[in-house]
């Protein structure tokens, strides 16, 4: 199962648009999901780990893979099983 951070500021006019897209995904995918403010602490630290400059940015497995609002066809191919 996938594990989806989601960094957005409570000043940011797109975070809301990238929220509403992965609760929608939840419905379709199974994958743990968190958002974290960017401007705690713990978002400070996320943010400094990978190197995050701008929001939303989405951290999937502890990668870095979209910053701004990712398309529904994007975020579903990451989220999609690996081949073993």
């Known amino acids: 199962m996938a594990n989806v951070v989601l960094?957005?500021?409570p000043s940011?006019?797109?975070c809301p648009s990238a929220?509403?897209?992965?609760?929608?995904?939840r419905v379709k995918y199974s994958f743990s999901y968190r958002e974290v403010?960017?401007?705690?602490?713990?978002?400070?630290e996320l943010a400094d780990r990978h190197s995050v400059?701008?929001?939303?940015?989405?951290i999937i497995n502890g990668r870095l893979t979209f910053i701004g609002v990712?398309?529904?066809?994007?975020?579903?191919k990451a989220l999609a099983p690996r081949p073993t």
Do not use: H, M, N
């Open 7 to 9: 960094l957005y500021s």
């Open 12 to 14: 940011c006019s797109a």
């Open 19 to 25: 929220k509403r897209l992965f609760k929608e995904l």
């Open 37 to 44: 403010d960017i401007t705690t602490p713990d978002g400070q």
């Open 53 to 58: 400059r701008a929001v939303p940015a989405t």
């Open 70 to 76: 990712p398309s529904r066809q994007s975020v579903e």
